[in-house]
Each structure stands twice: as C-alpha cells, then as structure tokens.
C-alpha cells in the first residue's frame, strides 16, 4: 500500500497556513496514510509554531539563505517518508479531501504513469467573475496540453511517485518562477501527466488582487518562455503577497 507524503512550502504564512493544515482532519490521515511535512524557507512569523501543531515533520531553514520554492519543495521531499509525494503550496485547499485521495490512491499506480494534477480555483467565499472566466480558460487549456502529450501543471498541486521524482531529480532549485512548468517538462519525458479534471483545488486570489490578473499572466508567460528556451527565470524572484 503507497504512503502519502503532504508536502507544503512555506514562507511567513501564518494567515492562512492553519486552515490549510486542519483539513487534513486525523480521520483522512488515519484512512490514506497520510505524512504532513512542512518545508519553510525562514518565516519570522508565527508559521513554525503552527506547523509544528499539525504536522508531523518541520524542515526549517537553518542556513539562513533566501530559498525558491523548488529548494522549500526538494528540502521537504528529502525529509518525506511516503512513496507518494503531493506538493501543495500553503494557501491550497481541497475542495473534497476524501474524493481528493480517494482519486490519487486510484490513479498513482497507472502504467505510464508519471504525474497527477488537477482543476485550480479561487476560494468559493472570495471569487469574482473575473476570476471564474480566468480560471475557466486555465483549467480548460492545462487539461488539453496534457491530454495532447504537453506536461503542465500549476504549482497548487504536483502529484507523483517518490521514484518519478528522483528520477528526474526533483525540481530546478535556481528557477524562482517557472519552476512548475520546468518539473513537468522533464515529468512529461518519463511517462504521462493526467489532469484529474473531476479534482479541484482552491486558491487564495491574494496575488490577483494584489497585482491584477494581466500582470500575473504576463509574468506566467515570460517566465514561461525563459525555461523553455534558457531553462531559467526572468524573474530573480517570485515576491510573496501576504
């Protein structure tokens, strides 16, 4: 039977990091056999101390250097126990926790297999129509590149076997923005990305209030096209919004 491992980045998240953490109730833990780790790249706020009352292993940024959320990530999977690795970013909620699993455990062992990913929305309590016709497009058009063999997958959430990530040797630690486009872009060289379009997730739209949505696409697209050609970023930083 796989073991899941949760791992969550983090970074100064204290307004919303317990939500995240307390939907993993000890009833979904118990039944999945799910591991929470939080990988936090040198919060000076109340984050450690609310992920050390939820989850069951804390990887602190003891060297003190400014981490990208690839390094968050890969320092979290290293710290991991489970067989299988689903990366969520610490303002992820999942719309049905139960169903969520219940269609990892069911997929993950697919021949060919090589990474899951799933429908991205804004918190249902904070959602503008702005916000459901853009989400409306990405869903449609991350689902159909999967489905024509061209792996992509928003950072909210990355599924995938502990063997698949080390064989492509987890995610790009020097790619602040874009990282996410780069993982799935070797993913897709070693096996099959399925978009579980039945599957959704929500986001905090903090970034798109912050910035509007034409900035965060246009950032999306010209880090897109830096690790496509150049395998790097535009951005030296992907700036938090808190």
Known sequence: MNTISVIVPTLNEEKLLERMLRQFTPSLVDRFGIELVVSDGGSVDRTLEIAAGHAQTVVTNREGIKQTIAMGRNLGARSA?????????????????????????????????????????????????????????YNWFFGMMNRVGMGMGRGECHIMKREVFESVCGYADGIAAGEDYDMFRRLDRVGRIQFMDNVVVYESPRRYRRYGYLYVTVSWFVNFLAVFFLRRSILSEWKPVR
């Open 81 to 137: 126990k489970g067989s299988v690795l689903v990366f969520l970013n610490a303002d992820t909620l999942i719309a049905d926790p139960e169903s969520f699993f219940g269609s990892v455990t069911a997929a993950i062992d697919a021949p060919g297999l090589a990474a899951l990913t799933c429908r991205v929305e804004v918190y249902p309590e904070e959602r503008r129509p702005l916000d459901r016709a853009f989400h409306g497009f």
